[in-house]
């Protein structure tokens, strides 16, 4: 990711990870990408598991300083009063992966998440090319489901805990 903002990439707009990995030097990639917290980096991120290291990234996400960095998808629904289904790994695949992709990941897309997925980082790549902000998918404060948008309020609002916000701190 630094490679793109040291490489003579001066309109670049920010970053939108798929359910990232940290490994050695993602935070300073991180910090690289988002210039100092003037540029967003945005991620959409599935329910904890081995495949994403159990959501590692978030700890460099909440250094970057900023109020919102995202949503991760968790559940889709209850079976027996265990939350189950909903988001994986491999979910930004959607209909496009393979058994190799879904052994690897150990859980296949949700056609809801990935759904879902679609709707947040579309709308955000599109925000980051115009330099438009859609209210509706983004959240004021992490700490304050009340400065969610209504397309936000979806998915971290229902009955069922269908999404988070990432935390920043």
């Known amino acids: 990711m630094w490679r793109l903002a040291g490489n003579g990439y001066p309109n670049l707009k920010g970053a939108i990870l798929f359910d990232g990995v940290a490994s050695s030097g993602f935070t ?17 991120a599935a329910r904890p598991s081995v495949a994403n290291l159990f959501n590692n990234s978030f700890d460099a996400l909440a250094s970057l300083g900023s109020d919102f960095v995202g949503i991760q998808l968790v559940w889709t629904k209850y079976t027996l009063g265990v939350p189950s289904g909903g988001s994986c790994h491999i979910d930004a695949e959607g209909e496009n992966t393979d058994a190799i992709g879904v052994l690897g990941a150990a859980c296949s897309p949700n056609a809801t998440q990935v759904s879902r997925l679609r709707d947040f980082t579309s709308t955000w790549a599109r925000d980051l090319a115009t330099g438009s902000y859609t209210a509706s998918h983004y959240c004021g404060d992490s700490d304050d489901l009340s400065t969610c948008g209504s397309r936000a309020n979806v998915v971290l ?13």
């Open 157 to 169: 609002g229902g009955s069922l805990p269908y999404a988070a916000v990432i935390p920043n701190s």
């Open 28 to 44: 300073g990639n991180l910090l690289a990408i988002s210039a100092g917290a003037t540029r967003p980096v945005l991620q959409i």
